[in-house]
């Protein structure tokens, strides 16, 4: 149930940072996934594939790491509500409408995965190819 | 005189931040936090325009000893879901509070080994305050409104750290007095996710209150919270209004595991309504909305994922199948019999282990015996 993250990088049109999650993604291990998107784009990664081809779970907070990684690599930090609600408030409006840009690509997703994303309707935010190949390419 | 207690480790600054969404909101009740002898804190100073209205306050607890206090003045309308997420408030500052006791001063200190010695007085240790601590919210969730004909049930154990999930089962207050059912999951734990579910839970009651169906409630909702805050946690839910007369429910959810209809014949349980998209990351949602008919003996039942995510020592998960199976195994039963069974394989399953998630189930059921027609009339 733990999850492994593996960081690597590809060169496709442009350069492209390969974060690996093999495992769970749940209440323990999504603060974590967070921190390693919050490096990846500190490091200058601006272009990220998640590679969730061996990801078998994701809970509910999972979503929020996976949410919160969009914003990440829009270089919106999300706000930690220490910060207050105005900190909250004043970040721009990330609500995403019909035209998501956004600079993830997932490969390899799960029909387990599939099924969560459909059904919160985050899947709209997440373009998904099949494998890793064809979600750098997509750069 | 009592002795004066200084509120420790709460900074004002932090809980005037912590306060915001209710302190600058239009028609919001006022509220602050005071020290026990009533001292303000945090929040506004005058409450000199609330005059006669009502006042509601939660302690703020650390160890077992009040602290400080959470107090509503003003408070309208939905006052059992403003009570809650006041409740919810002083959970969280009270999980700050402990925090911040790496700061402790001396004089502090003293206080906390009083009532360390109190509740060794009281024959309690630390551990069991704690638990009371995250407890104190499903109490309050656990006053359900009598609805003839029908039986309303439900569980709630709350996770290691605190999480966010609520429920409430209300009269509404319109023609009929139907019965109101929200369940909700805010997403992620900790501070964050305790004061989203304590910004959120009026909110919920209120738009499911004043719209004219659960779809429309969600909506409500969602505006919102994409409106008054920019965070980065979810909330999914599901809304429900069931007519008593008829046993007519409308269903709509949020990002949300589907209600289960458990036929009192011995029929295919099946899911009720789609999942809709979740609550505070889209600009506009258009949830689906279903409506079914309960008849005699059937029961809607509704959960959150932290019975379907529960974990048992090998890793694997309680899952859906396991859920079917245990309701199954009590169909035909009571709405209580139905959680019972639930809760008691998903305990089974986690073996010792506390829930990583909260878990909570509501079931409501449809008494066999029809009552004469009058007997759903509110009194």
Redesign the interface.
Known sequence: ?ALHTTVEHADGRVPVVVLTLAGEL???S?EGVIATVRDIYANGGRHLVMDISELT?I???G??AL??SL?LMRGED??D??????A????S?????ATPQTNIRLSGTQSAIQKVLD????AA?FPSYPDRAAAIAAF | MPEPVEAPFLDPT?LE?IL??WTSGRSQPTVTVEDPGGMIIAGPAARDGAVGSRRMQADILLDGAAVARIVATGGHEADASLRASIEALAIAIGELAAEGRARRSTAQALHELRSEMAAMTLGIDATELAKGRRQQRSILSLVAPEVPGYDLASHYAA?R?IGGDFFELFRLRRRGHPLGIVIA?V???G??AA?LMAFSRPVMHTALDAASGPAEALQRTNAVL?D???????I?AVCAILHPTDGRVRVAGA?HEPPLLVPGDGGPIVEVGG????LG???T?GPPEVEVTLEPGDILFFYT?GVT?A?DPS?A?FGDERLRQALAAAQGGSAHDLVAAVSTAVQAFQVEAEP??DVTIVAVGRHRRVRAAGASRRS
């Open positions: 149930m749940d209440a323990s999504y779970f809970a509910s907070s979503l929020v949410h919160s914003r999300p706000p509500p220490e910060y207050g609600w105005a909250m408030r004043a970040v409006n990330e609500v995403s409408d059904r919160t309707g985050l935010l | 932090r931040r915001e969404p996770a750290e999951d997403t992620g734990k501070l964050d004061l994409v008054d805050r920019r965070g980065t946690l979810f999914t990002g999942a809709g998209v979740l990351a889209f600009a949602i994922d995510d974990v890793g998960r990583a998630d």
